[in-house]
T-cell receptor, first 109, second 115 residues
Framework: GQNIDQPTEMTATEGAIVQINCTYQ??????LFWYQQHAGEAPTFLSY????GLEEKGRFSSFLSRSKGYSYLLLKELQMKDSASYLC??????????FGDGTTLTVKP | GAGVSQSPSNKVTEKGKDVELRCDPI?????LYWYRQSLGQGLEFLIY????????KSGLPSDRFSAERTGGSVSTLTIQRTQQEDSAVYLC?????????????FGPGTRLTVT
């Protein structure tokens, strides 16, 4: 099965950088997703890491270390609209995705 | 093109009644997922369909829950004899398979309230 841990809440200041960590214990790991979910809306895709290392996409970057069972999402130049829940999810080789409980990020002026 | 659609968007039902929730995935997506999300919580996996393979039902919380996917496209999640703890947002997602990304596209969800 899968066990996914991420902080419940984080707060950061507009313009700053924030790192949201995710640790997992799993069997049959295929890849790790990050999704963004604004209140009352469906999740939207941010990234999918299969190999170790950092993948950058604009203001957002995602890192994976398979040997450590660890990932982080890095958000740069924070904007107020980045206030949302960030969901870490692990995909198994069988195709099933298991989500963590999400990290609620609040960006303050 | 059209995204994932779900119906109804909201459903209020009395305890003990049966409900059916519908999901229309993106055309061509072979994988379809159902999740449940309670207020302020993460996504709870319910069931996963992949092509013609037997579905992964390991997340269904009880035998009151069932789902089917007809013709490899539309899916229906059925909850029999609803209970108040079934109240949640039910999210459907679909994706391609056989590609690197496996990005899941989510529908807007059905908000179920059991009174």
């Amino acid at each position: 099965g899968q066990n996914i841990d991420q902080p419940t809440e984080m707060t950061a200041t507009e313009g700053a950088i924030v790192q949201i960590n995710c640790t997992y214990q799993t069997s049959g790991f295929n890849g790790l997703f990050w999704y963004q979910q604004h209140a009352g809306e469906a999740p939207t895709f941010l990234s999918y890491n299969v190999l170790d290392g950092l993948e950058e996409k604009g203001r957002f970057s995602s890192f994976l270390s398979r040997s450590k069972g660890y990932s982080y999402l890095l958000l740069k130049e924070l904007q107020m609209k980045d206030s949302a829940s960030y969901l870490c999810a692990v995909r198994s080789n069988a195709g099933k995705s298991t989500f963590g409980d999400g990290t609620t990020l609040t960006v303050k002026p | 093109g059209a995204g994932v659609s779900q119906s109804p968007s909201n459903k209020v039902t009395e305890k003990g009644k049966d409900v059916e929730l519908r999901c229309d995935p993106i055309s061509g997506h072979t994988a379809l997922y159902w999740y449940r999300q309670s207020l302020g919580q993460g996504l709870e996996f319910l069931i996963y369909f992949q092509g013609n393979s037997a579905p992964d039902k390991s997340g269904l919380p009880s035998d009151r829950f069932s789902a089917e996917r007809t013709g490899g496209s539309v899916s229906t999640l059925t909850i029999q004899r609803t209970q108040q703890e079934d109240s949640a947002v039910y999210l459907c997602a679909s994706s391609f398979t056989g590609t690197r990304n496996y990005e899941q596209y989510f529908g807007p969800g059905t908000r179920l309230t059991v009174t």
